[in-house]
């Protein structure tokens, strides 16, 4: 064995001593800083062998603890240092700097009773080469062997190779080879990451995730039955209620009542009081009404002691109830007093057919919380009421009468308090109001976006010139049941009410194809009331054709318009809804041809 080690000394100083000779001839004809050509994979690994830095064939078989355990521990390597000779040659040729020992960080601490494979090797058995090694100084520092970044002055640089890690020793007895490193965990290929944390998404992700349900537990579910009633109309929902407690339960939600006014007959709610049981249905019914959130509520034949019935059944409307609408009451000034100093949140009320109530009753009851009233076929309403509305309510933005007894003087109450608030005002079948009342409408309120003077008789083209010259902010103007308006008026509403989106010319009887070409110019117009116009003809409706910007017609009535002009109006796209009511010039056929190329119209027959 001892025969054995010496000759791999003795063949490693032979290698020694030709590059020796070798390099220095080539480093006297070449610069000092030549690159040196690459070494081969074959060359470097069998001066490993020579060296002693190849690993033993039974490496492979150790565990990974016990590879870095002798990692750890320090090699006896006979004082050669690991590395390729043509490195060692190059360290012993760097003498004016600090000599750089190849190997790893093993030669700090040398065995010297142990070489390569285990053989004992006794200190004086190795001659020649290895007497150079041990003469150099032993650097503790980590070589740089594997670094490109290392330099030596006044010696070339020699190829970087990477680093080689010992193959496991193949299990037929193979020599090991340079694989990748084992691991005890998934291979290199597979990219592992530590084990994730719930995050907020994927927590409502998997909220969402619910196991399936059966039929009967569906129809029990809160929030698929509030998708499922929205696709019923109010008269549907209120029958679906009375399934069972639960879809009650559902549909007595607000959301589901906004669009409905409740109306109390108070007539048959008198009824209710003849026995207990019948008190208690009242009471039942008047927590459905509080249970469905409804903020307006219309009191139907109701009188004196209907509404102190209604005060005290409903505590929950002081606070609740925006909107008061009576209609065909008997109610006094006693009762409207008191209505009003109940509800304290009420900001709209409409009295409709209320004979009994005079004006003291309106200058005792009225707020000026209110800012929409509605004062329509009250007997008694006259002038001196108009005075009191407009002294008591200086926040009113929507004034809307219908009196038969209200004259000019009546307009003549509104002053500059109203003007900032005032924006709609519809005066309905006052037939006493003349082109006077228009101009103090005119004055005191120029602010107004929305006016209505339908059945107003006495209104001629000079009032509704006076409109269209200082109310310029109109975008909504009805005239119908005039019959004293002519096309001129047509013409002054076409020059100067530019902004005005919505006319309404029914029953003007005078007005003819002429006035219809002025109101064609109107860029704005988006709605278009001709009912029962009989002097317009087919061409008119020519004329009208040419407004793109039209959504709404109706010519209903119109006894002049033929087939053949009805069937134009298919050039305007955009319509949305048409109105043919009683007249003579539409057939089936039409209605159908009409249909088929207004898909989006709305064609009322």
Not at 451 to 465: A, F, H, M, Q, V
């Amino acid at each position: 064995m001892s025969h054995g080690a010496g000759g791999v000394v003795e063949r490693a100083s032979k290698e020694l001593s030709r590059r020796f000779t070798s390099f220095a001839a080539r480093t006297r004809r070449t610069a000092k800083h030549e690159k040196l050509e690459d070494i081969t994979e074959n060359t470097v690994e069998q001066s490993d062998q020579l060296n002693g830095n190849a690993e033993p064939a039974n490496w492979g078989d150790e565990t990974l603890g016990e590879r870095e355990t002798k990692t750890k521990e320090p090699k006896a390597t006979m004082g050669i240092t690991r590395g390729t000779v043509m490195d060692k040659v190059t360290n012993i040729f760097s003498s004016h700097s600090e000599p750089t020992i190849m190997g790893n960080q093993a030669n700090k601490e040398k065995d010297k009773d142990k070489d390569i494979n285990g053989i004992n090797i006794p200190k004086g058995a190795v001659a020649n080469g290895r007497a150079k090694f041990e003469s150099q100084k032993i650097s503790p520092e980590k070589p740089l062997r594997f670094f490109g970044s290392r330099s030596r002055p006044s010696t070339p640089l020699l190829p970087v190779k990477a680093p080689k890690v010992p193959a496991p020793a193949d299990p037929s007895g193979g020599t090991p080879g340079p694989v990748k490193k084992k691991s005890n965990s998934i291979p290199s290929a597979v990219v592992t990451s530590p084990e994730i944390s719930p995050t907020p998404k994927n927590e409502n992700l998997m909220r969402k995730v619910k196991r399936f349900v059966l039929w009967e537990e569906m129809w029990q579910e809160y929030q698929f039955l509030v998708f499922f009633f929205k696709f019923f109309n109010m008269d549907e929902r209120v029958t679906l209620a009375q399934v069972c407690q639960r879809w009650r339960e559902v549909l007595y939600q607000p959301p589901f009542w906004r669009a409905v006014r409740p109306v109390l007959h108070c007539r048959d709610l008198r009824l209710w009081n003849s026995s207990e049981e019948w008190r208690e249905n009242k009471r039942s019914f008047y927590l459905s009404i509080k249970l469905r959130g409804y903020d307006n509520i219309c009191l139907l034949n109701a009188n004196d002691a209907d509404v102190f019935d209604f005060i005290q059944n409903y505590p929950h409307g002081a606070k609740h109830i925006h909107t008061l609408s009576l209609r065909c009451c008997n109610l006094t000034d006693r009762g409207l007093e008191a209505l009003m100093e109940f509800l304290q949140s009420l900001y709209s009320l409409e009295i409709n057919g209320c004979n009994e109530i005079t004006e003291q009753g309106l200058w005792s009851s009225l707020h000026p919380r209110l800012v929409s009233l509605t004062v329509t076929d009250c007997i008694n309403v006259a002038d001196e009421c108009i005075c009191a509305i407009t002294q008591l309510l200086p926040a009113l933005y929507e004034f809307n009468l219908q009196a038969y007894h209200v004259t000019d003087s009546a307009l003549s109450y509104f002053s500059p308090k109203q003007t900032g608030t005032m924006n709609v005002m519809r005066l309905q079948s006052c037939w006493e109001i003349t082109n006077h009342g228009l101009v103090n409408i005119v004055h005191s309120l120029p602010n107004l976006t929305v006016l209505s003077l339908s059945g107003c008789s006495k209104i001629t083209d000079d009032g509704i010139e006076l409109i269209a010259e200082n109310l310029r902010k109109l975008v909504s103007l009805d005239v119908s049941w005039c019959p004293r308006i002519t096309d001129a008026a047509l013409e002054y509403i076409a020059c100067d009410l530019t902004h005005l989106e919505e006319l309404t010319l029914d029953r003007c009887v005078h007005i003819s194809d002429i006035g219809v070409g002025y109101i064609s110019t109107m860029l704005a117009l988006s709605s278009l009331f001709l009912r029962w116009c009989s002097q317009i003809r087919d061409f008119g409706l020519q004329h009208i054709c040419g407004m793109r910007n039209l959504h709404i017609l109706s010519v209903a009535g119109c006894s002049q318009l033929t087939s053949s002009g009805l069937s134009n109006l298919i050039q305007l796209r955009q319509l949305e809804e048409l109105e043919l009511t009683n007249c003579p010039g539409s057939s089936k056929e039409l209605i159908g041809y009409l249909r088929d190329n207004l898909q989006k119209c709305l064609v009322v027959e």
